[in-house]
């Protein structure tokens, strides 16, 4: 090719390369001029009268979240609205200064102030979700370059109460522990960041935060039974000194939780100046042995299984020895039936019981009462405890699980495992929530009680519940008894291992009531308490102050006045009228009678009278055949005939 040739190539060329920058620039000016049109035209309403627009910055900050409730509507946690404080480096004129000046009031050393003052940045956080005296002093200062934004902040207006149940949220209003982490995708808002506009001075002057909603939670805990079972718990940790301690309640039919105390607990408004020991929720992390508490899940086993008759009868002479390891009991109990034994909690007669069952079936109810598994509550941190297999058992595995010893379970395992007795034999699953809700109040989810499978008889469980009316009446549960009403329970002293070696004690006590109707069952855990040990000495009486506040709080009575007789003594009727004995009076049974009729039969013996309700009276304390001191205070509980 010649040069002439080349010339014209050239030439081509730089035309082509004309065109297309032309093409750049006018496609470059159009969308400059459709910018144009979307800032002044379109965003008119929003950016009228907006100074000269300096950044844009997206940043994680969450909005929102949903509310906890207890099962009556009682607000348990909230979000309220916080102001969070940034500062724009870029605008702050006397970076020594501002820093003297925050450093006192938000607690802070003034050279990390400065080191984030001294950030080549438009946007840094100096502190987030203020108290509202530290926000209004820095308003105060109107320090350039230092602005608020305003955040949500959670918060429980109930202080402790039910913190171990709660958890809590961070500063990012994530959850951290309990039902806060547990339902944190329920809980928290659907838009997690957001985008900003800053002015120029720096200032947040619009952005598209969405105002959605978290979920609201509706648990199945009720306020004042909270209250309650964390003040009777605070008040026998402090008397004995006590580790550490549990109380629960549930709803035997429906296995709903109604309270979950824990002690020590913590304030979830303030919940970084507690020890991460305190966050723990012991009612369900936490494991031991239940000691003679579990002798209910032995005879329960023998009795279905046909291997004993509540006539039975076994010798006890205060010891029993298997591969020269003896186990004792407190005293020699000589000739007792199989009532009597867990009546009296004889660790002899529950062993010589369990000795007739075979491993494998004995291993199989254990199971079946749900020892060994977890009980799939909503809430993290569940324990399932230990439970070795038959295969590696030793001939002393039996005696020892016959009375509690040689596996753990947590709390919540051992009073789901009460259920079946207080619920013709039905094992229930807990639950802690009711519901799931949008701030509509639109029904989310529900959480419906469920019956996880039928451990033992209908018949066995009424079997067992008259025996551990004894054990209130008459047995080592007589501090648990409560006048007036049918009580059925058993007492626990299980020891703990330390070091190797068993030295410290728990103290327990499980109960349900009315026994003819059981509508709570009531668990007492009381960890190493001093002086005293045994579970009927510091645990029964707990239980009593509790059942006694909660049965007048929810109107609990017995649907009769039936009590059990004790093993070797006759049972004592009741008296239409009072007649003295040793300077005591045996109060009449007032059961069917009218308001006025009632009036009438007590106004006429020295006693106090304090009527409930209205119509036919269906309870009293104390009840009918009661021996009372001049003067008593009598309680009758009325309710309208059907």
């Given at each position: 090719?010649?040069?002439?040739?080349?010339?014209?190539?050239?030439?081509?060329?730089?035309k082509?390369?004309?065109?297309?920058?032309?093409?750049?620039l006018?496609i470059?000016?159009m969308?400059?001029?459709?910018?144009?049109?979307?800032?002044?035209?379109?965003q008119?309403?929003?950016?009228?009268?907006?100074p000269?627009?300096?950044h844009m910055?997206?940043?994680?900050?969450?909005?929102?979240?949903?509310?906890?409730?207890?099962?009556?509507?009682?607000?348990?946690?909230?979000?309220?609205?916080?102001?969070?404080l940034?500062?724009?480096?870029?605008h702050?004129?006397?970076?020594?200064?501002?820093?003297?000046k925050?450093?006192?009031?938000?607690?802070?050393?003034?050279?990390?102030?400065i080191?984030k003052?001294?950030?080549?940045?438009?946007?840094v956080?100096?502190?987030?979700?203020?108290?509202?005296?530290?926000?209004?002093?820095?308003?105060r200062?109107?320090?350039?370059?230092?602005?608020?934004?305003?955040?949500?902040?959670?918060?429980y207006?109930?202080?402790?109460?039910?913190?171990?149940?709660?958890?809590?949220?961070?500063?990012?209003?994530?959850?951290?522990e309990?039902?806060?982490?547990?339902?944190?995708?329920?809980?928290?808002s659907?838009?997690?960041?957001?985008q900003?506009i800053?002015?120029?001075?720096?200032?947040?002057?619009?952005?598209?935060?969405?105002?959605?909603?978290?979920?609201?939670?509706?648990?199945?805990?009720?306020?004042?039974?909270?209250?309650?079972?964390?003040?009777?718990?605070?008040?026998?940790?402090?008397?004995y000194?006590?580790?550490?301690?549990?109380?629960?309640?549930?709803?035997?039919?429906?296995?709903?939780?109604?309270?979950?105390?824990?002690?020590?607990?913590?304030?979830?408004?303030?919940?970084s100046?507690?020890?991460?020991?305190?966050?723990?929720?012991?009612?369900?992390?936490?494991?031991?042995?239940?000691?003679?508490?579990?002798?209910?899940?032995?005879?329960?086993?023998?009795?279905q299984?046909?291997?004993?008759?509540?006539?039975?009868?076994?010798?006890?002479?205060?010891?029993?020895?298997?591969?020269?390891?003896?186990?004792?009991c407190?005293?020699?109990?000589?000739d007792?039936?199989?009532?009597?034994?867990i009546?009296?909690?004889?660790?002899?007669?529950?062993?010589?019981?369990?000795?007739?069952l075979?491993?494998?079936?004995f291993?199989?109810?254990?199971?079946?009462?749900?020892?060994?598994?977890?009980?799939?509550i909503?809430?993290?941190?569940?324990?399932?405890?230990?439970?070795?297999?038959?295969?590696?058992?030793?001939?002393?595995?039996?005696?020892?699980?016959?009375?509690?010893?040689?596996?753990?379970?947590?709390?919540?395992?051992?009073?789901?495992?009460?259920?079946p007795f207080?619920?013709?034999?039905?094992?229930?699953?807990?639950?802690?929530v009711?519901y799931?809700?949008?701030?509509?109040?639109?029904?989310?989810?529900?959480?419906n009680?469920?019956?996880?499978r039928?451990?033992?008889?209908?018949?066995?469980?009424?079997?067992?519940?008259?025996?551990?009316?004894?054990?209130?009446?008459?047995?080592?549960?007589?501090?648990?008894?409560?006048?007036?009403?049918?009580?059925?329970?058993?007492?626990g002293?299980?020891?703990?291992a330390?070091?190797?070696?068993?030295?410290?004690?728990?103290?327990?006590?499980?109960?349900?009531?009315?026994?003819?109707?059981?509508?709570?069952?009531?668990?007492?855990?009381?960890?190493?308490?001093?002086?005293?040990?045994l579970g009927?000495?510091?645990?029964?009486?707990?239980f009593?102050?509790?059942?006694?506040?909660?049965?007048?709080?929810?109107?609990?009575?017995?649907?009769?006045?039936?009590?059990?007789?004790?093993s070797?003594?006759?049972?004592?009727?009741?008296?239409?009228?009072?007649?003295?004995?040793?300077?005591?009076?045996?109060i009449?049974?007032?059961?069917?009678?009218?308001?006025?009729?009632a009036?009438?039969?007590?106004?006429?013996?020295?006693v106090?009278?304090?009527?409930?309700?209205?119509?036919?009276?269906?309870?009293?304390?104390?009840?009918?055949?009661?021996?009372?001191?001049?003067n008593?205070?009598?309680?009758?509980?009325?309710?309208?005939?059907?």
């Amino acid at each position: 090719m010649g040069l002439l040739g080349v010339d014209r190539l050239l030439k081509k060329d730089h035309k082509i390369r004309i065109f297309l920058f032309t093409i750049i620039l006018i496609i470059s000016f159009m969308g400059l001029i459709i910018r144009l049109y979307y800032i002044q035209i379109s965003q008119n309403g929003k950016m009228k009268g907006l100074p000269i627009i300096n950044h844009m910055k997206r940043e994680e900050v969450e909005v929102e979240r949903g509310t906890i409730y207890d099962r009556k509507g009682r607000t348990l946690a909230v979000s309220i609205e916080v102001k969070s404080l940034y500062a724009n480096p870029l605008h702050v004129e006397d970076v020594e200064y501002t820093a003297s000046k925050l450093s006192p009031i938000l607690d802070m050393k003034k050279e990390d102030i400065i080191s984030k003052l001294n950030k080549d940045c438009c946007f840094v956080w100096l502190k987030r979700k203020l108290p509202k005296k530290e926000a209004m002093a820095i308003e105060r200062l109107d320090l350039p370059g230092i602005h608020f934004i305003e955040e949500y902040k959670r918060f429980y207006p109930k202080g402790r109460l039910a913190s171990n149940i709660l958890g809590f949220a961070g500063m990012d209003n994530r959850g951290l522990e309990g039902i806060e982490l547990s339902f944190d995708e329920y809980l928290k808002s659907k838009g997690e960041s957001f985008q900003f506009i800053m002015d120029g001075t720096g200032k947040v002057i619009y952005n598209d935060i969405p105002k959605t909603k978290g979920y609201e939670i509706v648990l199945t805990i009720d306020e004042v039974i909270q209250h309650i079972a964390e003040s009777e718990l605070e008040k026998v940790c402090t008397r004995y000194e006590a580790k550490n301690g549990i109380v629960l309640v549930m709803d035997p039919k429906t296995g709903e939780m109604l309270a979950m105390a824990v002690y020590p607990n913590f304030n979830p408004n303030n919940f970084s100046r507690y020890s991460q020991s305190r966050f723990r929720n012991r009612a369900i992390s936490d494991t031991f042995e239940p000691g003679s508490t579990f002798k209910i899940i032995t005879g329960a086993a023998a009795l279905q299984e046909g291997v004993v008759k509540s006539k039975d009868t076994f010798y006890c002479d205060g010891n029993i020895k298997i591969s020269k390891h003896k186990t004792s009991c407190i005293v020699k109990h000589k000739d007792l039936t199989f009532s009597e034994i867990i009546e009296k909690s004889c660790n002899v007669g529950a062993i010589k019981t369990a000795l007739r069952l075979k491993p494998n079936t004995f291993y199989g109810y254990i199971k079946r009462f749900g020892f060994g598994n977890l009980t799939g509550i909503d809430l993290p941190g569940e324990g399932k405890g230990i439970l070795r297999k038959p295969g590696k058992w030793s001939r002393l595995s039996i005696p020892s699980l016959a009375i509690g010893q040689e596996l753990s379970v947590s709390a919540l395992q051992l009073i789901t495992a009460i259920t079946p007795f207080a619920n013709e034999g039905r094992l229930i699953k807990p639950l802690i929530v009711k519901y799931i809700r949008d701030s509509d109040g639109n029904i989310i989810k529900r959480f419906n009680p469920t019956c996880v499978r039928q451990v033992i008889s209908p018949e066995v469980a009424l079997e067992i519940t008259r025996i551990l009316e004894k054990a209130v009446r008459y047995g080592t549960g007589k501090n648990a008894y409560i006048p007036g009403l049918r009580v059925a329970g058993k007492t626990g002293t299980a020891q703990k291992a330390v070091g190797g070696k068993y030295s410290e004690f728990i103290s327990l006590f499980v109960g349900y009531l009315p026994a003819d109707n059981p509508k709570v069952i009531i668990l007492v855990v009381v960890d190493e308490p001093k002086g005293e040990h045994l579970g009927g000495v510091v645990a029964s009486p707990v239980f009593k102050k509790i059942a006694e506040r909660i049965s007048a709080y929810l109107g609990i009575f017995s649907q009769s006045n039936f009590q059990p007789s004790p093993s070797k003594e006759p049972l004592q009727t009741s008296y239409r009228r009072t007649h003295p004995i040793n300077n005591k009076l045996s109060i009449p049974d007032l059961q069917g009678t009218t308001m006025r009729e009632a009036y009438r039969i007590l106004s006429r013996h020295r006693v106090k009278m304090e009527f409930i309700g209205s119509g036919i009276a269906v309870s009293q304390f104390p009840i009918g055949g009661e021996k009372i001191r001049p003067n008593t205070k009598v309680k009758v509980f009325f309710k309208p005939p059907n």
